[in-house]
């Protein structure tokens, strides 16, 4: 499968503790984001990388999540002592240089317990 | 600031019925507009995008810049149409592309 790729696809976890996520995009795609899905909405935005450089946070994201990509490849998502809202589906997508689509993977889905 | 409206949570339509799923969006550049489709237990996919002004399954969709509006049409909904819908913006946002999503509408296609 030579689609978005993101690991793990469930994740439970006690309220508290950390939880890291890993998303590898299509290859050569410069663009990756990051978003979150809850039960009856859309994704909402929470951040965006261009190669290594993360260009934009969203305001939903609180010092709790960090997210990098080191080499411009893969990208991790961490969240630091999790709480029952972050309940949600973590979707990572990625676009090619020049192309304005989205690909998208098949998501992590995140409980907070 | 790049909005995309989607007014319908929900569509129920009978089989063979048409089908328009509305998109208002609010953005002061040229946007580029998509539809993507999430069936159950799939991922988002893209279905269609205005620059290429083509018929995906059946399926079109016209973007309308004097209503700022992208909605998606189909004549005869087939049950296997049914999904859920989102409507996508991609725009300019601080130098760089940014895709904002719609809330969604699910799609019933009634036997």
């Known amino acids: 499968d030579t689609g978005v790729s993101q690991d793990p696809r469930h994740k439970i976890t006690k309220r508290g503790q950390n939880v890291t996520f890993r998303c590898d995009p299509i290859?050569?795609?410069?663009?990756l984001y990051w978003y979150r899905q809850t039960l009856g909405q859309g994704p909402e935005f929470l951040t965006y990388?261009?190669?290594?450089?993360?260009?934009?946070k969203s305001r939903l994201l609180s010092d709790r999540f960090s997210a990098e990509r080191p080499k411009g490849s893969f990208s991790t998502l961490e969240i630091q002592r999790t709480e029952q809202g972050d309940s949600a589906m973590y979707l990572c997508a990625s676009s090619p240089r020049g192309g304005p689509e989205a690909f998208f993977g098949q998501g992590t889905r995140l409980t907070v317990v | 600031a790049q909005r995309v409206t989607q007014p319908e949570k929900l569509l129920s339509v009978f089989k063979g019925a048409p089908v328009e799923l509305k998109c208002n969006y609010s953005y002061s550049g040229s946007p580029e507009l998509f539809w993507y489709v999430q069936y159950s237990r799939q991922r988002l996919q893209l279905l269609l995008r205005?620059?290429s002004r083509e018929s995906i399954k059946g399926f079109t969709a016209d973007l309308n810049k004097g209503e700022t509006s992208f909605h998606l049409k189909k004549p005869f909904a087939q049950e296997e149409d049914s999904a859920m819908y989102y409507c996508?913006?991609?725009?300019?946002?601080?130098?760089?592309?940014?895709?904002?999503f719609g809330t969604g509408t699910k799609l019933q296609v009634i036997p």
């Open positions: 205005h620059i």
């Open positions: 290859s050569e795609h410069n663009r």
């Open positions: 990388f261009q190669n290594e450089a993360q260009l934009e």
């Open positions: 996508a913006l991609s725009g300019n946002s601080g130098g760089y592309q940014k895709v904002t």
